[in-house]
């Protein structure tokens, strides 16, 4: 191996626009790495070059050129340099390309390119490291030293052996902490150029080398869409909205394609997701992979060898469980397997622990970089435009909604712009002031050189997932790659980007490894797959990905800024980026994305949810990565946040808390004698009995729940009446009244669900969950500008408390507190009313979720608690006491209400959901969704929404369970609960219209058990409205 003492470490030749690289003697070889419009520069010693003049670069991709002699370098073509290290026969070239820095960065004073003795020196399968000071080679036990001549950096000779994974771990536990060759602040190939400002010349020989100039496409000023960021998910987009057959499609990239987070991904897809939605983005992402090779005629690298989840106790068993009720009734291939099974399809394994798993056919892994590639083939195919390096610079929205995008190469007019930035979104959301809550963090996985085992194996090994040890595995040519999730503890955030920003110039680079933040999850691995023991690591990548507060990305329109979207922190973004880029061309293209994805709404996060906050959040979502997915789970980093109400002071002790939109919201209230606290449970747990406990108190007495998480709009101006009308089905309430409205999508979906309250002339108050605050004003917002409407909208959420009251006992309660006459005839159902309350005004509602005798009352956020006390204290003589939101579930079950979300959102129209009554076909306005209304009503539905009845032990449904009937899948549950008054589980599912006659019978899958069902007549309980009429007839016909 040339070792020679004049190789060192030097500065780059060519002036200060290039990185620091090795020289000899300033005799310098180029390498071309040729791209669409630009090309890269990498430079290596003309010695190193000659004495490998013959070696493969082939790698992982199928991409990779052969390099066959010095004399041939500049006609090289990489397509990629991200996986040299993967290739022995390279490691002794790559242990000097790894040395460069980034200019004006100086190495961190104790945590350089170290290579300790009795570390990992197979990481680049050379006895030859680098570390700074030489007054520390003795300690360490090298052998050999010789100075560089910049920053005091050291070549130095390790004494011993490669060690293997085993040896490793016991290194591990003495007294040199490990660091890896792959250092936080350097280059991955130490001397490439600066491409925003390359040098023109470079110095070979003495001749003069001409470099090409960094952008020379012809400009487009105007575009339909603007892409920023040329990430995996960025160049989808692209490709989907080429494809759907805009025009005008324009990405910009600031360096080049896969910068970022996709080009060092370890690119795993699966079919498997926890929850619903998201499944179909999955499933999308894979069947666009199988055939992306045939459609662009580029290689994608895409292994298919199926994935394996381990269970190895028993609560792991009832998740896998559940998730197989949550997944039969979508297109998502997935089983559960023995662990007999598990060794037929992974014999490497240690079956000892494993109780039984899930595997899906299909899953594996893929080439990031050729995903990327191939997807830009097909973007520019159908006439996309991918631009870079053009790094965007400004954006200013105009008054037509248009933006002006400014580069450093010119100025582009978009009727829109996607964010697309990976870890660079909140710099670009930064630039029209917004502050978006995405957190950078440290993600490493580790690569194995060939371990013999796996290569006599005949089949690639399936991609294992050891929940418990929190790590995924894969194979990797012939060795094995694995990745661990470390716990909240131990995991890395890059806190510097959270208050500076990303650096400049990082694009391509890793941060430095540390095997010490791993080494718990190393040792799960060792013990499930015990050929890791002796396997040597090659390679250890230590990359950026970006997660939000709730570890799914953000996707869609976002509020408050016109023509603005976002398809941001993707923690997964080499699945998520098929489907995502149909989905986002979908909405974009039609009007309305094609199924509902809410959980991915941008605007589920608002004002509350600051870089504190998120970075607390991230922290945990890491470390939950493989944490048991429980139903009704909570988590609890980051709170309470600015959001809570008047009396979370006073519940917060007496209450297990929810989490709603940033809001604490009690769930259930605990007593003496009852187990408080957070008990998570696939089967009925610690809150069972007290909720029971709460119904009964609304049913009998009188209950108060804080209901101050609501989303609350005031719309007041002289176009208020005509906005809603177009925004409704139902018809406006007449003043001093309210109704329940829904906002319908074009195509007849439910968007929305609203209480409407006419306070005055052109006045309302516009009522919604707390899950879809910024949701829904959004869509009004849109609409409103579209228009031209002139109306006033404010989003009143934090301004308004509002307490509800409700039972029997309710009206007794209040009417002690105010001189307004409460009496059934003088303050009737669905009727508003400004009044006083204990010297409090407030706006009062006579309407309850719970279908009883109640009042909603809005008033000053800073009154609640005064308005609290002077209730509860009014309603002692009554009995009243406090309920919460599992309560408040059971009751509006009972009473057959629907929840937006459940058993409606943009999945459902409104027909099929039973929503008839709410809406008015025959109402003047042309509101939106009508004539698509129209037509599905005189078509017929194909599926509808029943009310079932069933008898379980102790499990109860909560929502998406499998409907089985004549041993096939035939439907969903959408919500259900425990009904307290009747004693019998009770949930809403949709079904074919052919099995949904009141008395059919159906079996709902609940933990792998068949529970037998009964299709009813809604409600199961009266509600307290329709009681008192009934009485009341049943009174005059006894007269």
Sequence with gaps: MPRRPEERLGVGVGGGDWKRTLVHQNRCVMFLQKKSNHVHHYLVTKQILKSYSLCSLLSVSSHWRHLVGCSRASLLGFSSTRRFAQHPSLAPLLAHL????????????????????????????????????????????????????????????????????????????????????????????????????????????????????????????????????????GVSLAYHLAKAGMKDVVLLEKSELTAGSTWHAAGLTTYFHPGINLKKIHHYSIKLYESLEEETGQAVGFHQPGSIRIATTPTRVDEFHYQMTRTRWNVTPQFMISPEKVQELFPLINIDKVLAALHNPGDGHIDPYSLTMALAAGARFYGAELYFPAAVTGLSPRSDGKWNVETENGAIRANRIVNCAGFWAREVGKMIGLDHPLVPVHHQYVITSTIPEVK?????????????????????????????????????????????????????????SDLDRIMDNVECAMDMVPVLKKADIINIISGPITYTPDILPMVGPHQGVRNYWVAIGFAYGIIHAGGIGKYLSDWIMDGEPDYDLIELDPNRFGKWTTIKYAENKARESYGF??????????????????????????????????????????????????????????????????????????MKKVGVFDLTPFGKFSLKGKDSTKLLDRLIANVIPKLGYINISH???????????????????????????????????????????????????????????????????????????????????????????????????????????????????????????????????????????????????????????????????????????????FIKLNKPADFIGKQALQSIKKEGIKRKLVYLTMQTDNVDPEGNESIWYEGKVVGNTTSGAYSYNTQQSVAFAYVPVELSKIGQRLDVELLNKKSKAEIIQEPLVLTEPTRTRTKKKSELSNV
């Design 743 to 917: 906002m319908i999508t074009p195509r007849g979906r439910v968007y929305a669900e609203v209480t409407i309250s006419h306070l005055a002339e052109e006045d309302f108050l516009l009522v919604t969950g707390s899950g879809s605050e910024l949701h829904d004003l959004r869509y009004i917002e849109e609409e409103a500008t579209n228009g031209g409407y002139e109306v006033d909208i404010r989003n009143v959420t934090d301004e308004i408390g509002v307490l509800g009251v409700a039972g029997p006992f309710s009206r007794k309660v209040l009417q002690k507190l105010t001189k307004v006459d409460l009496n059934g005839t003088a303050f009737k159902f669905l009727q508003c009313k400004p009044l006083t309350l204990a010297d409090i005004p407030l706006t009062a509602m006579r309407i309850s979720y719970t279908g009883e005798l109640g009042w909603e009352l809005y008033h000053k956020r800073e009154d609640t608690a005064a308005l609290y006390h002077c209730i509860m204290e009014a309603g002692q003589e009554f009995g009243i006491d406090n309920f919460g939101a599992y309560a408040m579930n059971s009751l509006r079950l009972e009473k057959a209400f629907r929840s937006w979300g459940a058993e409606m959102n943009c999945d459902t129209n409104a027909f099929e959901a039973g929503l008839d009554y």
């Design 98 to 233: 790894y040395i460069g820095r980034r200019a004006g960065c100086a190495p961190p004073p104790a945590l350089s390119l170290v290579r300790a003795p009795r570390t990992v020196p197979r990481l680049l399968a050379s006895d030859w490291c680098v570390r700074r000071g030489a007054e520390r080679a003795g300690r360490a036990g090298w052998t050999e030293t010789r100075s560089g001549r910049t920053d005091g950096w050291e070549f130095a000779r390790v004494r011993g052996a490669p060690l293997s994974m085993s040896r490793l771990l016991r290194a591990f536990r003495r007294t040199l902490l490990l660091q890896t060759a792959l250092a936080g602040r350097c280059r991955w190939i130490a001397a490439r150029g600066l491409v925003s400002s390359p040098p023109t010349k470079s110095s070979k020989g003495g001749k003069e080398i001409e470099l090409p100039a960094p952008f020379t496409k012809k400009w487009k000023d105007n575009a339909e869409t603007v892409i920023i960021g040329g990430g995996c998910v």
């Design 456 to 512: 006599a194996l005949k089949h690639e090994l399936p991609v294992l997932r050891d929940l418990e040890g929190s790590y995924y595995l894969r194979q990797e040519r012939d060795g094995l790659l694995f990745g661990p999730y470390e716990e909240k503890e131990k995991m890395m955030i890059q806190e510097s980007w959270l208050t500076n920003g990303v650096p400049p110039g990082f694009g391509k680079e890793l941060f430095e």
């Design 625 to 698: 990565n493989n944490i048991v997915g429980y139903p009704k789970e909570e988590r609890f980093e980051g709170r309470p946040t600015e959001r809570v109400s008047g009396i979370y002071e006073a519940l917060k002790d007496k209450a297990s808390m929810g989490f709603h939109a940033g809001w604490e919201q009690p769930h259930w209230f605990y007593k003496t004698g009852d187990d408080p606290g957070y008990r998570p449970s696939f089967r009925r747990t610690n809150w069972f009995e007290p909720v029971g406990r709460e119904c009964e108190q609304v």
